[in-house]
């Protein structure tokens, strides 16, 4: 139970419609952070899962390189545009499984290069 300013507060009600509420909030952040990378589509299923991305993407190809290298019967490309994994996940963990992809795929941070402006 949730304690908050001495009131308990529970995270749910009997409908568990704040759970559900919390997870609409999840998919949207999920569908920013995709769209920011320029995938097209997350499919997380319990037999397989699958990233397709749009021609021009922001993911890090090398980071992809990597994953393939590391766990060559994990992950494959079918074509340029989507890498498959051969992992399925249990419907609980499915958006945290999706939350960790994208943020796999998301390209390290670019240091600020430009000289600071003059007055």
């Known amino acids: 139970m949730i304690v908050e300013n001495n009131v308990p507060l529970q995270p749910y009600n009997s409908f568990g419609i ?3 509420a919390q997870n609409l909030v ?3 952040r999920l569908i920013l ?4 990378l320029g995938v097209r589509r ?3 299923g ?3 899962s699958q990233v397709i991305f749009d021609a021009n ?4 190809p090398a980071q992809v390189i990597r ?3 590391k766990d060559p019967s994990l992950y494959r490309l079918e074509g340029p545009l ?3 994994i051969a992992r399925g996940v249990p419907e609980a963990q499915r958006l945290d499984f999706a939350a960790a992809l994208l943020a796999r795929l998301t390209p390290p941070a670019q240091p600020n290069t430009r000289p600071p402006a003059s007055r």
């Open 26 to 28: 999840r998919i949207a």
């Open 33 to 36: 952070t995709a769209r920011g």
């Open 46 to 48: 319990p037999q397989a």
């Open 82 to 84: 989507k890498l498959r």
């Open 42 to 44: 997350v499919d997380v």
């Open 67 to 69: 994953m393939m290298q």
């Open 57 to 60: 993407n922001r993911v890090d």
């Open 18 to 20: 704040v759970a559900r």
